[in-house]
């Protein structure tokens, strides 16, 4: 099964990605979402409620 991926740079989405559920790379920080979760390039990650924002004041 596949699942999409928000790669993370510290903190901000670089990139989202579709990889199998077993992905795990070395050299990047991924956050598995879901469908119902809006998730693109540029947003920040908040890992208190697991949501990506698009600023600093609800990250």
Same mark, same amino acid.
Do not use: A, L, Q
């Given at each position: 099964m596949v699942s999409k991926y928000a790669v993370l740079k510290e903190g901000v989405? &670089?990139?989202?990605i579709v990889a199998d559920d077993n992905y795990s790379p070395d050299d990047f920080e991924v956050v598995k979402y879901s469908? &119902?979760?809006f998730c693109q390039p540029g947003m920040l990650y908040n890992k208190d409620d697991g949501l990506f924002y698009d600023d600093k004041k609800s990250s």
């Open positions: 989405v &670089e990139n989202i469908d &119902e979760t």
